[in-house]
């Protein structure tokens, strides 16, 4: 009997402003990744779902590499698979998609290999495999995560986020690759920047702990890459203020962006999201704007 490996992956958003590379929630919008050992001789790969015809389909497919690099880790060939993918998030948006498809994978080859990987074991490889642990360690275990180099590997540690702090994202018609947001940095920054991010990573996390409106207003500014990065989002500045208008806290850039990030009470989430749609629209972009709880589940796999 052939089995088959589920996994269901989360969308994420990285950085929440001051947490630039550190800092990730899983939001409610999915990825689905099936893997099904097949007696053929070569790999059939099937998408559909939102922007389906734009991911690979041969064996440079991003899922599928997570899958060998499993197998690989544990000294063990790949069988040949059947990978159907299901997409619900958006490709080079900010929104994790590749996050998605390398935990996809890591999960999906653990699972047909007999499970000889720890959950520790997956988080490391899929820091690895992404180069930074903010998209891939809420993707895979859910919630708001912050995660720090240790001795050890990677200390993570879960942020409370109150019931009463909404994050709206928009995201918009164009994409960004994460490649072209980073060439924008810096490689060095001053003090007084050093400064600035930490205390407001710090006040965004007791923020988004108590729900404390004062804070979460002041907390999401930051000074390591948006800055720079806003000149890639045509309408950045009047989109910020529509949310602040509309009685959102504030607004972020979603991972390396396009997608932006509000945050708010439920009461104000839809007028917030109609904010940033009709603030892009006057730029000429059509955004799709919703209120998207936060995932506390992670990866599941079945
Ligand atoms: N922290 C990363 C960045 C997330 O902002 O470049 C994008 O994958």
Not at 183 to 211: C, K, Q, W
Not at 223 to 234: A, D, E, V
């Amino acid at each position: 009997m052939m089995t088959t490996a589920t996994v269901r992956v989360p969308a994420t958003t990285a950085n929440l402003g001051a947490g630039f590379d550190c800092i990730g929630a899983a939001l409610s919008l999915y990825n689905e990744f099936a893997f099904t050992p097949i007696d053929t001789e070569s790999l059939v790969i099937a998408v559909r779902g939102l922007e389906a015809a734009r991911v690979n389909t041969d064996a440079s497919n991003l899922a599928y590499q997570a899958f060998v690099k499993l197998y690989s880790r544990i000294d063990r060939s790949p069988p040949v698979i059947q990978l159907e993918i299901k997409l619900g998030v958006p490709l080079a948006r900010g929104l994790g998609s590749s996050a998605t498809a390398i935990v996809g994978g890591l999960l999906g080859a653990n699972a047909l290999a007999g499970n000889p990987l720890s959950l520790a074991d997956i988080m490391q490889l899929a820091i690895e495999m992404e180069g930074h642990p903010d998209n891939v360690v809420p993707a895979l275990i859910g919630g708001c995560r912050l995660a720090a180099t240790a001795a050890s590997g990677w200390a993570i540690a879960d942020i409370p986020w109150h019931d009463s702090v909404v994050p709206v994202v928009a995201i918009p018609d164009f994409e960004l690759s994460t490649a072209e947001a980073r060439s924008v940095l810096p490689t060095d920054y001053s003090r007084a920047d050093a400064i600035f991010n930490t205390a407001h990573l710090g006040l965004m996390v007791r923020g988004l702990e108590t729900g404390n409106p004062e804070w979460l207003s002041a907390a999401l500014a930051d000074r390591l890459h948006q800055p720079y990065r806003q000149q890639l989002i045509p309408g950045y500045t009047d989109v910020e203020r529509a949310v602040v208008a509309a009685g959102g806290y504030g607004m972020v850039i979603s991972g390396a962006g396009p997608t932006l990030l509000a945050l708010t009470t439920a009461e104000r989430a839809d007028a917030v999201a109609t904010a940033m749609t009709d603030a892009w629209a006057t730029h000429n972009i059509q955004a799709q704007a919703q209120p998207l709880p936060v995932d506390m589940q992670g990866a599941v796999c079945s």
